[in-house]
């Protein structure tokens, strides 16, 4: 069924490059069992283990999720925590594996608001798997979108007061090249995961023209085969970008 799924969206049309991924639900998962909802972000972990492992099986290029957003640090200080131990963990398992797999691992957003260990573990992945050429994958965690493109701003006006760039040479690619995803190309297919239907301040800029797709999947349960159904929908998509279609 999964090895279906697989061959059906290698012969069906073109393979997303860049999938980015609203991983949500966490909470509701472990709540729906009665359990804390730590226990939902724990399960998320092997969840991102499954997507990882099925964008490399598709041939998917690029990868980028969201794992904690700027306005989570606003969550309940206990919960803050154990996210901030989770992530330490899942780097500390998982970094010799990204490695051998060739997984590029770079942290996208925020970094000042880090305490020195997962600034220390999140330098470490990134150190330890630059050499990867089968997936990038990006983690975006302590990210917003705004603040992603307040801070491109800042770095351009910085250098406009330095007479190292002209106002009038700002440009579209100007502005993507200081967001934390460039190099990458924006993202084909944005998955939402746990029902919601809204972007939450994720990748403004880049989501431009990318098409969405909204599973009900709580993000603990979300498991190879829904990225394969998700590849198969965006397969049957037009893109269009304004134009008229064919
Ligand atoms: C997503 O799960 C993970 C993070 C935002 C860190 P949630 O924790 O938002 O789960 P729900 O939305 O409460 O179910
Ligand atoms: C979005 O989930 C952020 C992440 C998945 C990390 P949230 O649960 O924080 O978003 P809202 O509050 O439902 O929009
Ligand atoms: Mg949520």
Redesign the pocket.
């Known amino acids: 069924m999964l090895k279906d799924s697989l061959t059906r969206l290698k012969t069906n049309g073109d393979v997303p490059r860049h999938i980015a991924v609203?991983?949500?639900g966490n909470?509701r998962w472990a709540q729906s069992r009665q359990l804390p909802r730590m226990l939902g972000h724990h399960q998320g972990m092997r969840a991102v283990r499954e997507a990882v492992e099925g964008c490399i099986d598709a041939g998917v290029q690029v990868l980028t999720l969201?794992?904690?957003?700027e306005?989570?640090w606003a969550r309940p200080a206990d919960e803050v925590s154990s996210l901030m131990n989770f992530l330490d963990e899942y780097i500390s398992r998982e970094t010799a594996k990204l490695r051998r797999n060739g997984i590029k691992t770079r942290v996208l957003g925020d970094r000042s608001r880090f305490d020195s260990r997962t600034l220390t573990a999140i330098e470490r992945v990134e150190r330890e798997t630059q050499e990867g050429t089968r997936l990038q994958l990006g983690l975006?965690i302590s990210y917003s979108g705004r603040q992603e493109l307040t801070r491109a701003a800042r770095l351009i006006a910085e250098e406009v007061e330095a007479g190292a760039m002209d106002p009038d040479d700002i440009s579209e690619q100007s502005v993507a090249e200081l967001l934390y995803t460039a190099p990458w190309p924006d993202p084909d297919l944005l998955i939402c995961t746990s029902g919601?239907q809204?972007i939450?301040?994720?990748l403004l800029w880049q989501l431009a023209y990318t098409e969405l797709y909204v599973t009900s999947v709580l993000?603990p349960d979300f498991a190879r085969g829904e990225l394969f159904d998700a590849i198969l929908d965006y397969q049957a998509r037009e893109r269009r970008f304004g134009q008229v279609g064919s």
């Open positions: 609203i991983m949500d909470g969201f794992a904690f957003s306005e989570n975006c919601e809204r939450s301040n994720f993000w």
